[in-house]
């Protein structure tokens, strides 16, 4: 097994305490049977919260853009997620009887909990989803035991999604899924409904298996948790009807996984990227949702290590409240990053990565010796159709971009247009907006900002050109006629990735830009200053749990490292980051920079070797570096 330093934060005794109120930690999570105790331990916290009529779960009152119907009811279905499989798997589940009283009186219209009637772009179509996939993999648990009233008022109610607009994206397949419950059942579905909205979801595929979601260009975790794992449901469930959309599902989800096993370090964490964090272990989802399918996209034990290995990282991070309820937030409790669709429970989406449960033990998947996660294979690893290069290292997976366009989400900037996210370090979103900005607020790591006056600024965002060029990430940001930064990026040496700013400027212009975010847990109310290593064009940090640096390869701008404000960091509640300043002229400039960033507080900072691609670049447009 992999063995990786502990950050500083992760020993500390309120971390290691809370750990014990998730769910997961302790267990081994090494074979079907750790898998279903983990299900039922993750739902056991849930059963004080059921409403009288069992319709509806109430975990929290903090708010959500749907009301509070809807909220509730999407955290009784999310669960779903990872009962229906363990049923489907032939484990008991005693709550089964309140689950059925609550599918019944959810859905009648005559009943005090009635989830209310569907409309327009409703998330009641969201959580038909799971309903479905109840429905889907043991309709005898689900669906036999039900009234025969009850079950007219259930198809009914699940139909209306035909007559309403669903969201132009994802959610599509939710109208697919819910129509195919119902054929499962024997009752009205409507295949005109799931072949229009089958051939949608093929206009937002690009090549290899990615796709958009929607009209924007956002390439994020919705395509392996989502495009991927309901195109391989279909693919599995009603290839019968749609034979050539599922052997596409197929095709395309054998091309994607070949890319998207280097997302996933060797510890087992996965790359943080875009938006839904809060889902956590829906990360691995696409993993289980190949093996429903009986899809080796991979070698089977491959696929059994990548996802066993990553709900064990999983249960190393103090993701429950003290009553074992997951939080909303990523590896710690944080409203800051979250979505304004989540809810209380939201974060149940993550249960689809026990869709393996209801693989009998004799599959593949479950017979195949598991992989180490020394054995995933390394290297410089190249998505031409992603627009993604990636690089995994000791206890860490980076992913280089040009950027996306995420408008549409909270923090986009953030979650869609920053040059670097790692596995190890994660992203950091902004605490609040001030003027003049206040960079520990601001908390732009491993991206850039700018200021036309030195008092407002603005952090990179709604990238709409993006790519791979010259073999090396590339993306456009132009926020308005008067600004163009165009931003080419590579990996050099272990530890390091390079960029390239070409920045065309009506005015003269304040730029800045971040390296990444690393714990400082133990440095006290006053930082250390024999952590930092700062002069010009150059800043490093070395905390008791990782080193992060920054080089200025083009000039002597500014060097700083920033004491972000708490909270604003994914992985660590409390962090530094090192940051380069300038001011550039008005006209065309080049700035290049070099980041390095290893997990490890003893790591040696390897001498920069400079990859060809920037070289070449540089070359041939007569950049200098002056390191």
């Known amino acids: 097994m992999t063995r990786h330093p502990a950050s500083a934060w992760a020993q500390e005794p309120a971390v290691r305490q809370f750990l014990d109120c998730n769910p997961l930690h302790q267990n081994p999570l090494a074979s079907r049977e750790d898998l279903k105790q983990a299900v039922l331990d993750l739902y056991e916290p849930l059963r004080p919260w059921f409403s009288e009529g069992s319709a509806r779960l109430r975990l929290g009152i903090g708010g959500v853009h749907y009301g509070s119907a809807a909220a509730e009811m999407e955290a009784f279905v999310r669960p779903l997620w990872g009962i229906a499989p363990l049923v489907a798997g032939g484990f008991d589940f005693d709550d089964l009887p309140r689950y059925i009283d609550g599918l019944s009186n959810g859905m009648n219209p005559d009943h005090p909990e009635y989830w209310g009637d569907v409309g327009p ?28 009233t009850a079950k007219d008022q259930i198809v009914r109610w699940m139909l209306t999604i035909n007559d309403f607009p669903t969201a132009d994206s994802n959610w599509l397949f ?30 937002f595929h690009i090549a290899d298996g990615y796709y958009r979601d929607g009209k924007w260009y956002q390439l994020d975790y919705y395509t392996p948790m989502a495009m991927h794992f309901y195109g391989l449901m279909v693919a599995k469930i009603a290839g019968d009807v749609f034979p050539n959309h599922a052997a596409r599902y197929r095709e395309r989800a054998r091309a994607f996984a070949r890319d998207f096993q ?85 974060p149940y989406w993550a249960l689809k990565t026990f869709m393996v449960l209801a693989l009998p033990d004799d599959h593949p998947f479950w017979t195949s010796e598991e992989e180490p996660g020394d054995a995933l294979p390394g290297g410089r690893v190249l998505a031409k159709a992603g627009g993604f290069i990636t690089r995994r290292a000791k206890g860490d997976a980076v992913v280089l971009t040009g950027g996306q366009d995420g408008r549409e989400h909270r923090c986009y900037d953030a979650k869609y247009g920053r040059f670097a996210y790692s596995s190890a370090f994660a992203f950091s979103v902004s605490s609040d907006a001030t003027a003049p900005d206040r960079p520990e607020r601001s908390a732009v790591d491993c991206g850039i900002m700018v200021s036309r006056d030195g008092i407002a600024w603005m952090s990179r965002n709604r990238i709409t050109e993006a790519g791979i060029d010259r073999y090396m990430a590339w993306g456009r940001w132009q926020p308005d006629d008067g600004l163009v ?40 109310h006053q930082s250390p200053q024999d952590w930092f290593d700062v002069s010009a064009g150059r800043g490093f940090v070395r905390t008791l749990s990782a080193v992060s640096g920054i080089l200025d390869l083009t000039g002597e701008r500014e060097a700083s490292i920033i004491r972000a404000a708490p909270n604003t960091n994914l992985r660590f509640p409390r962090t530094f980051f090192p940051r380069l300043a300038t001011l550039v002229p008005a006209g065309t400039n080049w700035l290049a920079t070099a980041v390095f960033g290893v997990p490890d507080p003893a790591a040696t900072v390897t001498p920069l070797e400079l990859p060809e691609t920037l070289l070449a670049l540089c070359s041939e447009h007569g950049v200098k570096l002056t390191r």
């Not at 179509?125 to 036999?144: N, Q, R, T, Y």
């Not at 103090?318 to 944080?334: E, H, Q, T, W």
């Open 262 to 346: 280097h997302w996933f370090a060797d510890d087992g964490a996965a790359i943080p990227f875009g938006r839904s964090m809060t889902y956590r272990f829906v990360q691995a989802a696409f993993w289980a949702g190949c093996a429903y399918a009986d899809e080796e996209v991979l070698p089977w034990g491959r696929i059994k290590g990548l996802v066993l290995r990553h709900l064990r990282w999983w249960g190393t991070q103090p993701i429950a409240d003290r009553d074992g309820i997951l939080s909303i937030g990523y590896s710690y409790p944080n409203l800051l990053m979250s979505e304004a669709y989540n809810g209380p429970g939201s």
């Open 174 to 203: 939710f109208r697919v899924l819910t129509n195919l419950a119902l054929r499962n059942v024997g009752r009205e579905w409507s295949e005109t409904a799931v072949r229009a909205a089958l051939d949608r979801v093929d206009k």
């Open 485 to 524: 930064i165009d931003s080419w990026l590579d990996f050099a040496s272990d530890g390091w990735h390079v960029r390239l700013h070409r920045i065309t400027t009506s005015m003269d212009l304040h730029v800045a830009e971040g390296g990444f975010s690393v714990d400082r847990t133990g440095d006290g």
């Open 121 to 148: 772009f409703d998330q009641r179509m969201v959580e038909m989803a799971g309903i479905s996939l109840a429905l889907i993999l043991a309709p005898g648990k689900f669906w036999d035991p039900l009234a025969d």
